[in-house]
């Protein structure tokens, strides 16, 4: 009686598992590795509202290959340590049939092993250090969404060029954070400025989030500097426009390139007319972004002016896309597919093209991803390139 | 040249306003409860995010918030002080280190979790203002910060040494059990120390929320900084505080303004100055 038992219980156990890993198969189900916590947690949430918008979108279409989509969202922190585990529960635990997220430079790198491993596919978001790139060098199934590092440079160049064209500047002081964010080829930067025909004075690092920038701005001011050009955070954004006020620093810009913004700057008169740089703006003139924003209203009651935002939908409605045109949750079918992508998404054009250190990596977006805008009347107004501008370049900065 | 020194002066002078605002509280608590409080940082954090409220919601300007602030502070702190701090005052000094680090620690991420990573600010018409004297131009926010500043360390020593309250919390100071044999309430000296402390490290972060905004780990720089400055004033001596404040912010100045690469350098200057003040205090005393 007793062995009756334990063989039914064991059949039963059998057969919920089947059962479960039935209901499990029926699904497509995508890992996304986001930081929800943390200094970097704005622009994971950002991106995570774009994802489960995009997700909506997709199950209320009919699902990926008839079935419903499901996604894993973990919270990262943009801590390899907590990276690491999270990329091989997806792989090993959830099973899921490809990897998204990914926001941070340094999850990025940490991930090349296990992915290697375990060769998933991957729709990666952001991560823009080239270490990245040289680490997939040879992985055939990483598609990297987000401009290089290099590439967020050309951009900055090219605004620059602009600038010299359109107003005659041609000092810039630089200020940078002693961070890897802001220091990583920052001579490089100045050379090429130099190459371009500027002249750069000044140049000094400073450390995020000290609030004190009153003996740099009044070092800077000795100089006759028409664009003042700072790499830093959101934490710095306010410190400088006000500090640059308080030592009687006048440049006739201030460009700053922080991944986000502090929260109430726009609508801060002391941000009038100060210029950053953001993959998408709520105010960009593309269908396909009026289109999002519609959307996004429609859903959250609120805008966001986060690029992450955008981002996050791309990513996982061409992922999803490349899914359905495959007909398969194959992965090397999927990515032949996906390599073939060329859409018009809220941020731009999207066609993956071999990546330029690192020819196996598919890379979407590069420098025409970036345009520059200026803080306007409480709002983000696209200033350059002209194509998205929706306003002309205030250059007097007072 | 002159000029660049003398601008120099004026931005050390401005900023020792604030570092000697953020560290009175800390000199304060340590001379007093004779505990290192490393959630001071965190209690000026919370000061800057009720100035920040009262800001966007009511539209009152942060210098008036400096009272609410501190209130909701002080308040605040009297409930940790009887949850946590008091149970730990006669434990080994570790004890109260570790305690008010993990308070520190547990309102950061607090703050993390309900107002979100990325900082807040808030606009004030004086925001936009700066005096000028001759080749020197200061923020009229930071001119206020040392005013407000200079005038709440001259309260404070005119309450420890002219009240009969400011006697009994020196009184505790110097001898917690001779006090208690005199018939002082030891524990409540104490309680209402430690709230003065908290709120004045609240009206610190109401202050600099001008210049720099909210955001949750905006304290724990501050109490990095204000820590050597109570090492420099002697552990405990608040009237130490202001000139100890002035010899940090002047020398971080100098260093930002005439070292290479001073920007990044002049945040490790607080490390030398520990370090300088206690090899300089071990062998005067050897």
Known sequence: ?????????????????????????????????????GPASASGKAAEAGYRLALDEINKAGGVLGRRLQIFIEDDGNLPAKGVPIFTKFVTVDRVHAITGIFGSAVGVSIVGPAKLHQPLIAMLGAASPLVERGFADYPYLFHYHPWAYHNMEAVFNFMDFVRTGTGASTIAILYEDGPFGSAGIGDTRAELIRRGFDVPFMESFKTGSGDFTALLSRAKRHPVDVLFWIGFDADALPIAVQSREVGFKPRLIFGTPASWPVGYEGNPVARDVAGMAGWTSASPLPASKEFVKKY?????????????????????????????????????????????????????????????????????????????????????????????????????? | MMDLFLQTLANALIQSGTYALASAGLALAVGVLHIVNFAHGEFLMVGAFVAYWLSVLAGIDPIVSLVPAGAVMFAASGVIYQASIRRVLLAPELN???????????????????????????????????????????????????????????????????????????????NRTGAHLVGLDVDRIYLLTFGIASALAAIAGAMVLVRIGASPHM?????????????????????GVLWASLVLATAEAFVRTYVPGGGGAAEAVFFLLIFFTLVWRSWRTA
Do not use: C
């Open chain 1, 1 to 37: 009686m007793n062995k009756l038992a334990v063989v039914l219980v064991v059949v039963a156990l059998l057969a919920m598992g089947g059962t479960e890993g039935l209901a499990q198969r029926e699904q497509v189900r995508i890992g996304i590795s986001l930081p929800l916590t």
């Open chain 2, 96 to 174: 109260a280190l570790l305690l008010t680090f993990g308070i520190g620690i547990t309102l950061q991420n607090l703050a993390v979790l309900v107002f979100g990573a990325t900082p807040r600010v808030v606009h004030t018409a004086y925001q936009l203002t700066a005096v000028t004297l001759g080749p020197v131009s200061v923020g009229v926010a930071p001119l206020m910060t040392l005013v407000v500043s200079v005038t709440l360390l001259a309260g404070m020593y005119a309450v420890l040494y002219r009240t009969g309250i400011g006697k009994s919390i020196r009184a505790v100071a110097q």
């Open chain 2, 219 to 239: 304290g724990f720089g501050f109490v990095l900084k204000a820590f050597a400055i109570i090492v420099m004033a002697g552990l405990g001596n608040l009237t």
């Open chain 1, 297 to 398: 209203q429609a859903k959250y009651g609120s805008l966001s002016e986060e690029y992450m935002a955008p981002m996050g939908f791309v990513t996982l409605t061409t992922l999803a896309a490349a899914m359905n045109k495959a007909g398969t949750t194959d992965k090397d079918r999927v990515a032949a597919e996906l390599a073939k992508t060329d859409a018009e998404t809220p941020v731009g054009r999207l066609r993956f093209k071999p990546s330029r250190l690192s020819p196996s990596v598919h890379q979407g977006f590069d420098s025409d991803l970036w345009m520059v805008f200026q803080f306007r009347e409480g709002r983000r107004v696209p200033v350059w390139p002209k194509s998205m501008a929706a306003g002309p370049l205030a250059w007097r900065w007072r």
